[in-house]
């Protein structure tokens, strides 16, 4: 499938312009960073695993009537997305108190939550995307009320789903960062959508019986392999061969482009329309 012009690189993924109007190409990077981008390094096998995991669990998503922007899966490192305008709100739903938390308020790492915590992040990096409340996000126009809404029932309704999915395979979900993007239809009407991408690159998934970490802490804290962890989380899904997709240190090209064959078949019945620029109404 022909891409466009690069019109964003990220840490993780590369945006190109898609082969019709309305769409993009998202690249999945072999790039690992952590605290802020202070670490970094470059790990083989990495993007192809959060392409499959991703793809796999948006269309699961999807198919339990949470819209997303994923529309299919194109080769091993690359997806067909609908163009969204990001909203720039990290939303992160936690389960189980890890990481920042426990850092920002004293509680131990593993403590299970009462109930999930929804916390908001400004999407800026050079700020460090720091933590904001509900009223920063709408007095400072970042998103009205309505996409509030939106965003927080979509992250309870997939946080339901998806902590039955993965205590199902024997893993934990702890906690996950959801990014959300707006498109208008013909008629002027406002959708707020799933985007980005859900892996254990922004998933803390640790295995139910062992506590091992199969998420991006192996690689923040030195912890294991990392493509060993999104191999294991990957396996367990049933979406590569217990053998892995690696040989030899690299990726497995052939095997690879196998199981590239992910489609949202929901996404795709949908016809592509024109989005309207106007922004939303502000409260």
Not at 25 to 38: L, M, V
Not at 166 to 177: E, M, P, Q, Y
Not at 237 to 254: F, R, T
Request: include cysteine.
């Amino acid at each position: 499938m022909a891409r466009g012009k690069k019109i964003y690189e990220g840490k993780a993924k590369t945006l190109y312009e898609g082969p019709e109007p309305g769409t993009i190409i998202q690249y999945f990077k072999d790039d690992a960073t952590a605290f802020n981008g202070e670490k970094h390094a470059s790990i083989a096998g990495k993007g192809v695993l959060n392409n499959r995991i991703s793809a796999h669990l948006m269309t699961q998503l999807e198919s339990i009537g949470v819209p997303t922007h994923f529309m299919k899966q194109v080769n091993m490192r690359e997806q067909l997305v609908r163009k969204v305008e990001i909203i720039p709100i990290e939303l992160v739903m936690r389960n189980i108190a890890a990481g920042s938390l426990c850092k920002r308020l004293g509680v131990k790492e593993g403590t299970v939550l009462s109930r999930p915590l929804v916390e908001y992040y400004y999407k800026d990096d050079s700020l460090g995307d720091p933590l904001v409340g509900e009223d920063h996000c709408m007095v400072m126009g970042w998103a009205d009320p309505y996409e509030l809404e939106e965003m927080v029932n979509m992250a309870w309704r997939i946080n339901d789903y998806l902590n039955g999915l993965f205590a199902g395979i024997g893993l934990r979900l702890v906690d996950f960062k959801l990014e959300f993007g707006r498109v208008w239809d013909e008629d002027g009407n406002l959708y707020v959508l799933l985007a980005d991408e859900i892996c254990p690159d922004t998933c803390r998934l640790w295995d139910t019986k062992t506590g091992e970490k199969m998420d991006k802490d192996r690689f923040r804290f030195d912890l294991g392999d990392l493509v060993e962890g999104y191999q294991y989380v990957a396996e367990k899904l049933g979406l590569i061969p217990e053998s892995g997709i690696m040989q030899d240190g690299s990726v497995d090209e052939k095997l690879a482009e196998k199981l590239s064959n992910i489609e949202n078949e929901l996404a795709s019945a949908r016809k592509l329309r024109s989005i309207n620029k106007a922004k939303p109404r502000k409260a």
